[in-house]
């Protein structure tokens, strides 16, 4: 029985497709032609699951917003916090200033308006100045430091269960109604 001989090709990549065919060159028999045999590249069963996540987390990556945010901002603490701990005072600062300034506002400025306008920004104000506090916190003592590490994951869930539900709360009236 003859022997037979194969070579294994490269296809180069096209535009498009994620991974290039492999081929396959048998020569049958020195009189016949080679029979080029093409078999599609199969990603692994890793490789799968990995492009599925990241395409289901790219889909939804709007409503993840603020748990990406968390992340960075713990990944920000913990870069800042080995560049050096004086840094901490670049966030310390405005976490002390901003209620001050939200207080001043609220009880003597001249104009109601805005003094109202300020009693309905207390949320953000307070979610403003904690987020700078435990920034400020993180890069002095560390973000994975036990209760900073709490306070992030804790602040991290409240913000996006918050995101989640101010994205699901329906119109109190139909589109069609007439508006008065």
């Not at 498009?16 to 016949?32: F, K, M, S, W, Y």
């Not at 713990?74 to 002390?96: D, E, K, Q």
């Not at 904690?130 to 900073?148: C, E, K, Q, T």
Request: hydrophobic share 50%; no cysteine; aromatic share 8%.
């Amino acid at each position: 029985m003859a022997r037979i001989r194969t070579t294994k090709l490269q296809i180069p990549a096209q535009r498009g497709r994620r991974g290039a065919p492999a081929a396959h060159v048998v020569n049958l028999d020195r009189g016949t032609a080679p029979v080029v045999l093409v078999v599609p590249q199969q990603p692994s069963l890793a490789g799968r699951l990995a492009l599925a996540t990241g395409r289901a987390l790219w889909r939804r990556r709007v409503a993840w917003a603020p748990t990406w945010f968390g992340i960075g901002v713990f990944a920000a603490a913990g870069v800042l916090s080995i560049a050096g701990t004086p840094i901490a005072l670049v966030f310390a600062v405005p976490a002390l200033l901003l209620p001050g300034g939200w207080a001043l506002i609220v009880h003597r400025h001249p104009r109601s308006a805005v003094r109202r306008k300020a009693r309905a920004r207390t949320r953000t104000v307070s979610a403003w100045s904690l987020g700078l506090a435990w920034s400020a916190l993180a890069v002095w003592f560390g973000p994975a430091n036990g209760l900073l590490a709490a306070a992030w994951l804790a602040g991290t869930v409240t913000a996006q269960t918050l995101w989640w539900r101010s994205r699901r709360t329906l119109a109190t009236t139909p589109l069609d109604a007439p508006q008065s």
